[in-house]
């Protein structure tokens, strides 16, 4: 892999004055979360999307669908933002305008210091009531880390409304499902408008997610790809920077923000 960060990306990252970071699950690979398309360690190539991610899913088997979730959610506690998530937070903090927007239900971009990011498809730690958007909704153990992990195959009761009884499912957004009105807005405003769009650990195939980087392009914005392999982002992006998020971002960063503070 080459390992030298093109300096067209880090001038490009430089200059701009509105950037967009558009993350998928090879954002957080380093930390130990699953991707869902790599070919062994993907969470679609060992599981059925439709019997765990669909809505006629969790009405036919909650408790499957509930566990699998709590042990995602598990893992995601356990895990740790990764350098790549921290260069993220740092262009945050650097551009005048920075936008992060996640497919990602983990909450790593926050843990990192990312401040708002928009999360496209929902959060493993935002669960609601089926019936009631307005009903809230919590999981049924305190975050204390005395309960035990949930297992991978372990099914899970979900717990009930406490306004209406009725169940209570995970706040991801499913396949078949919309996405959050508000934050699909949000993303498209903020694509539509920057100057660069940094595109980092997704296979850019889920609609209408991947429509974002696309926008960015269309709208004369520059794209900067980061990916360990090509996609059908590639004819996108005007840079392709072949490596990982958390060996590519902190490389990217300093070669764009920290030899010109220094001179
Ligand atoms: P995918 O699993 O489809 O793609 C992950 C991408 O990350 C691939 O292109 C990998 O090559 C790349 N990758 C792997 N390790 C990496 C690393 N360390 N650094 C950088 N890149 C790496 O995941 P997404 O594109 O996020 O939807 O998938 C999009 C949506 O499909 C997800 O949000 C989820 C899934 O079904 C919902 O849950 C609604």
New binding site residues.
């Given amino acids: 892999m080459d390992r030298v960060v093109p300096q067209d990306a880090a001038r490009l990252l430089r200059d701009a004055r509105r950037v967009v970071v558009f993350?998928?699950?090879?954002?957080s690979?380093?930390s130990g979360v699953p991707?869902?398309?790599?070919d062994l360690t993907?969470?679609?190539a060992r599981f059925d999307?439709q019997q765990l991610?669909t809505a006629e899913a969790f009405h036919a088997d909650p408790d499957l669908v509930w566990g699998w979730y709590e042990w995602r959610r598990s893992r995601v506690r356990r895990a740790a933002p990764n350098p790549?998530h921290l260069a993220v937070a740092a262009i945050q903090a650097r551009v005048p305008q920075a936008t992060v927007v996640t497919?990602?239900?983990d909450d790593l971009h926050e843990r990192a210091g990312t401040r708002a990011p928009i999360h496209?498809?929902?959060s493993l730690f935002a669960p609601r009531c089926v019936a009631a958007a307005a009903h809230p909704a919590s999981f049924p153990d305190a975050e204390d880390g005395d309960a035990p992990e949930p297992g991978e195959g372990r099914r899970i009761p979900p717990p009930r409304c406490v306004s209406c009884r009725a169940l209570v499912r995970p706040g991801?957004?499913?396949?078949g499902?919309a996405l959050p009105e508000a934050a699909l807005t949000a993303a498209v405003d903020a694509a539509a408008g920057c100057d660069v769009l940094l595109t980092?650990?997704?296979?850019?195939?889920?609609y209408p997610?991947?429509e974002v980087p696309r926008i960015a392009a269309r709208s004369g914005a520059a794209v900067i790809q980061?990916?360990?392999?090509p996609?059908p982002l590639d004819r996108v992006a005007a840079v392709n920077l072949r490596?990982?998020?958390?060996?590519?971002l902190p490389a990217l960063v300093a070669s764009a923000f920290e030899a010109t503070e220094a001179s």
């Avoid at 993350?23 to 954002?27: E, N, P, R, S």
């Avoid at 980092?200 to 889920?206: A, D, I, K, L, Y």
């Avoid at 490596?243 to 590519?248: C, F, I, K, M």
């Fill in positions: 993350t998928g699950a090879g954002m690979a380093e991707t869902f398309r790599d993907g969470l679609w999307a991610a790549g497919q990602n239900v496209l498809h929902g991801v957004v499913w396949f499902e980092v650990g997704t296979s850019g195939v889920v997610a991947a980061v990916n360990p392999v996609t490596g990982t998020a958390a060996e590519v």
